[in-house]
């Protein structure tokens, strides 16, 4: 946390981005999706204060994301990142992309997301990108419709990832415990 630099313009947009890090106890990857600067006048001038928005996760389909506030830019990443570790989550992958195309839905903003072939990339932007690279998806497509608010993004983002369903708990939600093989499901 001590050689984090935090750039913010007059817009409360932050410009520079901090390094993915990994955390030695659980391997987990932190990226700063964005930062605000709040400003409340008071009597003497302005008190400035900063939000942090964080996701972390463990490049194996595991993630969280997390929203500190602080008076200081350092402390609001660090308590965003403690709250994305109490919301970790596991998401079903199918190898490097997800299963399905989904679609996820939050407050103005609308996320879709597609499966892609090996060796596509993550055609994504923004906080989309982010959260799919610390969720360790490397292959996979996406359009960003509505709302551009980060807050929207990233919450729609994870609507779509929580609708994900794997393979097998289909299958087993369609025919219970009997096992059914390809052939049989014709």
């Known amino acids: ?34 930062i605000n600067r709040c400003a409340k006048v008071v009597k003497g001038g302005r008190r400035f204060s900063f ?3 964080v ?12 929203l500190g506030k602080a008076k200081e830019t350092p402390n609001a990443v660090k308590k965003a990142v403690e709250q994305a570790k109490k919301n ?39 906080g989309v990108r ?3 690279e610390a969720l360790g998806i490397t292959d996979i497509l996406s359009k960003s419709m509505g709302s551009n608010n980060p807050f929207a993004m990233v919450r729609a983002t994870f609507d779509a990832l929580d609708k994900l369903r794997s393979y097998g708990s289909v299958m087993s939600l369609r025919f219970g415990d009997r096992k059914k093989t390809q052939e049989e499901i014709s």
């Open 1 to 34: 946390m001590s050689n984090v630099n935090f750039s913010v313009n007059g817009r409360g947009r932050s410009q520079t981005r901090t390094p993915e890090r990994e955390d030695e106890r659980g391997r987990l990857i932190e990226k700063v999706i964005f």
């Open 51 to 53: 939000s942090a928005l």
């Open 88 to 126: 970790l989550r596991s998401y079903p992958l199918a190898g490097h992309t997800i299963p399905h195309d989904i679609v996820g839905v939050s407050d103005g903003g609308m996320v879709m997301l597609k499966p892609a072939a090996p060796g596509t990339g993550i055609v994504a932007g923004g």
């Open 55 to 66: 996701v972390v996760g463990d490049g194996a389909g595991r993630g969280g994301v997390g």
């Open 130 to 132: 982010l959260i799919l």
